[in-house]
C-alpha cells in the first residue's frame, strides 16, 4: 500500500539508503521509521494487521521514536478514518474526514499547494519559507490537539492539514518525494535532524 520505490529513490539521490520493514526483527535495526501510503485507510490497515508489524509501530510511536507518515500514511497514525470502519495506529489523536465538497475545489485534492506554517517541527522549522508541494488525497486529518497541527493548505474557503508533529512522530499529507526540490529539501531537514540525535526542540 506504500509508494515505496519512489521514496526509496528520492533518499538515495539524498545519499540516504532504506531498507525495508517486513516483520517484527526488523525494527532493531532501524534508527527512524518512514510510513509512506497510497490508497484507502482499510485495506492499508489490513495490510499492517496481516503483517503482524501494528503492535510494534504503536510501540514505537509511543516511545517517541522517530517516525515520518506520508500521505495515507500520515492517516493511519490517527485514530480512526470515514473512508472506513478500521481503528488506526492512535498516534495522533482525531480523525481523518473527507474533504468538504461545494468548496470550488475538485476531489481528490490533486496538485501543487503552498504550506501554511502553524508550529515548528524538523521538517519546516521556524524562520523556514513556505515550499509548494505535491497533493493527491480526498481526505485530511483532523487533529484534536492544535499544537499537533504543524502546517495547513488552503483548499477552497478554508484549509486542510498538510502536515502534523508531535515529539519525534510526524507526518506530510503532500508527497515530498514527489514535490522537486522543495520537497527534496523538507527530507533533508528531516535526515540532518536525525543525524543531530532528533532533538526535540525543532
Known sequence: MGN??????????????LTPVRCSDDFANCDALILPGVGSFDPAMEQLRSTGLIPHLQEWGQADRPLLGICLGLQLLFERSEEGESPGLGLFKGSVC????????????MGWGKLDHRHPCPLLPA???????????SFAAHPALEQDRAADVG?????ATAMVWHG???ACQFHPEKSGRAGAELL??????????APLSA
Open 168 to 170: 519525534r512522530v510526524g
Open 155 to 159: 483548499f477552497g474557503n478554508g484549509v
Open 4 to 17: 515505496l520505490h519512489s521514496v526509496t529513490k528520492c533518499f538515495e539521490r539524498l545519499g540516504q539508503s
Open 127 to 137: 524562520g523556514a519559507e513556505n515550499p509548494w508541494v505535491y497533493f493527491v488525497h
Open 188 to 197: 533533508k531537514r528531516w535526515l540532518l535532524w536525525l543525524q543531530a540525535g
Open 98 to 109: 473527507r474533504l468538504p465538497s461545494g468548496q470550488g475545489e475538485r476531489i481528490p485534492h
